[in-house]
Each structure stands twice: as C-alpha cells, then as structure tokens.
T-cell receptor
Framework: QKEVEQDPGPLSVPEGAIVSLNCTYS??????FMWYRQYSRKGPELLMY????GNKEDGRFTAQVDKSSKYISLFIRDSQPSDSATYLCAMSFSSASKIIFGSGTRLSIRP | SAVISQKPSRDICQRGTSLTIQCQVD?????MFWYRQQPGQSLTLIATANQGSEATYESGFVIDKFPISRPNLTFSTLTVSNMSPEDSSIYLCSVEDTKGGSGGTEAFFGQGTRLTVV
C-alpha cells in the first residue's frame, strides 16, 4: 500500500463549478498536510498548508484534514480556467522530515 | 522564498549516454533535493545533497546511477548515467524553508528537466 493515495484523474469540470480533490494516507503519524499546484512545464508551488486536523480557507480555496479518517481534501470554489493544473497533496511527520507526495490529480476547467 | 533555475529544461538522449542537470538557487541553502516525477507517479525523492559531504540516497537510488555534486551552497548537479528508456522522466531540483513548530516546511522547486531517452 502506498503511503499517500491520490486519484490521478484527469478531472474536467465547467467554469464556476466547485472542485473537490482528495487524498488518503496510511500513516497516522503525519502532522503536516499540504497541497501543491503544478502548471504544465513548471515545478510544483505550495498552494495550501494545514497543521494537524481542521479546515483552512484562503480565498476560493479550502483545505480540510480529517485525521480520524486519514483523508484530506482541497475544495476550489468558483473554479476558473486558470485553475487548470495538476494538484499534488503532500504530507510530512514533522517540520523537518521528508515530504511525501501524492501522484497528483490533473484538473481541467472548461470555459 | 527561493528562486531556482534548472537546466536544461528538456533533452532527448540516446540510451547508454549520460546527462548532467544543473540547479542554481538564488540564496545559500544547506540542503538541496533531487526528485523524479514519472507520468502518473508520485514525486519521488532521489537524494539529498549537502554541501561538503556525500549525498544521501533514498531506497532504490544509487550513487553510480545518479551521481550528485554540491560544490557550494547555491549550486548542485545531478547526473543520470548510462541512461535507458526507463529513465525517461521529469527531474526536479528543490530546496526547503523550514518555518519550525506548527509552521511546517515549504518546498520550492525548479521548473524541472524533461528527459526522454530513446
């Protein structure tokens, strides 16, 4: 079993839709949870970061962590064509430990 | 934040040859990381490069295949040696900013090197 599982997609939704991206993980010791966005031919960039359980909101983006279910989500409201990218979940045990990445979900927002 | 320049951005290479990828950071960093990103696969850490010491390789990766240099605090190279088509992938250089406590760690990446081995 992989440490971090993420549906690779591709996921295609119309502009304005709410997008839900998800990851599951197997190790309950993970404490730091991140979402990276990667545009084509670019390196990943940190989008959202959450420590332990709970929700975090930043503009149109909301990150949720449910440690009891070992499940994390990223919601995108009012999706825009510029949100089309690959989204990678990532997590680590501590602030200094190795970051474990999911395989990424390719998202396409149709105008 | 850190700005990372990586080159080449892409290359097509013959099997059996080697390719050296360069990574330049705009600030001094202790550790630099090299990742491989294969289609549909997770971003996989190859090795951690510390200035002044041997690189630390992850399970499944060896120095003979992926030699790394780290001559100073702003530069590193990764060589993919004796390439085969299975080495076709995106290779990414990364540095991390550890904020401490609940601040976590943010990874910064170069734009990647897209390698195709024919």
């Amino acid at each position: 079993q992989k440490e971090v599982e993420q549906d690779p997609g591709p996921l295609s939704v119309p502009e304005g839709a709410i997008v839900s991206l998800n990851c599951t993980y197997s190790n309950s010791a993970f404490q730091y949870f991140m979402w990276y966005r990667q545009y084509s031919r670019k390196g990943p960039e940190l989008l959202m970061y959450t420590y332990s359980s709970g929700n975090k909101e930043d503009g149109r983006f909301t990150a949720q962590v449910d440690k009891s279910s070992k499940y994390i989500s990223l919601f995108i409201r009012d999706s825009q064509p510029s949100d089309s990218a690959t989204y990678l979940c990532a997590m680590s045990f501590s602030s200094a430990s190795k970051i474990i990445f999911g395989s990424g979900t390719r998202l396409s927002i149709r105008p | 934040s850190a700005v990372i320049s990586q080159k080449p951005s892409r290359d097509i290479c013959q099997r059996g040859t080697s390719l050296t990828i360069q990574c330049q950071v705009d600030s001094q960093v202790t550790m630099m990381f090299w990742y491989r990103q294969q289609p549909g696969q997770s971003l996989t850490l190859i090795a951690t490069a510390n200035q002044g010491s041997e690189a630390t390789y992850e399970s499944g990766f060896v120095i003979d295949k992926f030699p790394i240099s780290r001559p100073n605090l702003t530069f590193s190279t990764l060589t993919v040696s004796n390439m085969s088509p299975e080495d076709s992938s995106i290779y990414l250089c990364s540095v991390e900013d550890t904020k401490g406590g609940s601040g976590g760690t943010e990874a910064f990446f170069g734009q990647g090197t897209r390698l195709t081995v024919v």
